[in-house]
């Protein structure tokens, strides 16, 4: 079975910074897809960016990077330029490639509450 | 209105009692899930549904039933509520098939069982 390991509960960036979010995962499968979410206050999930194993090269949305190291199963998130609005709950996520029964299932890290000082 | 909608937002019960959670979706998607939130367990799935009558478990199903009559409801009722499961619920979608197939999660259902 596939897990999500988030090992910082909480960090903590000062404002105009840059930091990075840890996720871990294990699986046997080479095929599936990565996700970072974040939760604000209001709890809305939001998608914040998406890597596909098979794809070399980091995923990237404006301030937000991955470092996805494929071989050691390994996917940070990178928030540059932190603004307060950052501030929320981050959960990373796993999912399977294959389609049908359970594969469209997403796996959840425990996640990381980032507090963002001004 | 397009989107993935829950209610109640909130929900206060006694223990004992049944629950029904809603949740609708507009995009006629194929797959919804019900997700549970808890402090220290990030989101654990409850049930999902790949279609109109079909469901099944996910990882803690226990104390919870599911139906899926037409494809853009999947409602959630907990037959007899207990104090463990006062949480946050969640509803998503997603398409099925090949691809990605980003999962969009309703606001969620703060539950409190006394």
């Known amino acids: 079975a596939q897990t999500v390991t988030q090992s910082q509960p909480e960090m903590s960036v000062q404002e105009a910074e840059t930091v990075t979010l840890s996720c871990t995962y294990d699986?046997?499968?080479?095929?599936?897809?990565l996700f970072w979410y974040k939760q604000p206050p209001s709890r809305q999930m939001i998608l914040v960016i998406r890597q596909e194993a098979y794809k070399q090269q980091n995923a990237t949305e404006n301030r937000f990077s991955v470092n996805f190291q494929k071989a050691a199963k390994s996917f940070s998130l990178k928030i540059s330029d932190s603004q307060l609005g950052d501030a929320a709950m981050y959960f990373c996520a796993y999912r399977s490639a294959r389609y049908g029964g359970s594969q469209g299932n997403l796996i959840f890290g425990k996640g990381t509450k980032l507090s963002v000082k001004p | 209105d397009a989107g993935i909608t829950q209610s109640p937002r909130y929900k206060i019960t006694e223990t004992g009692r049944q629950v029904t959670l809603m949740c609708h979706q507009t995009?006629?998607?194929?797959?919804m899930f019900w997700y549970r939130q808890d402090l220290g367990h990030g989101l654990r799935l409850i049930y999902y549904?790949?279609?109109?009558?079909i469901t099944d478990k996910g990882e803690v199903p226990d104390g919870y039933v599911v139906s899926r009559s037409k494809t853009e409801n999947f409602p959630l009722t907990l037959e007899s509520a207990t104090r463990s499961q006062t949480s946050v619920y969640f509803c998503?979608?997603?398409?099925w098939g090949e691809g990605v197939n980003e999962q969009f999660f309703g606001p969620g259902t703060r539950l409190t069982v006394l």
């Open positions: 995009w006629s998607h194929s797959y």
């Open positions: 699986t046997s499968e080479s095929d599936y897809y």
């Open positions: 998503a979608s997603s398409e």
């Open positions: 549904s790949a279609a109109a009558d």
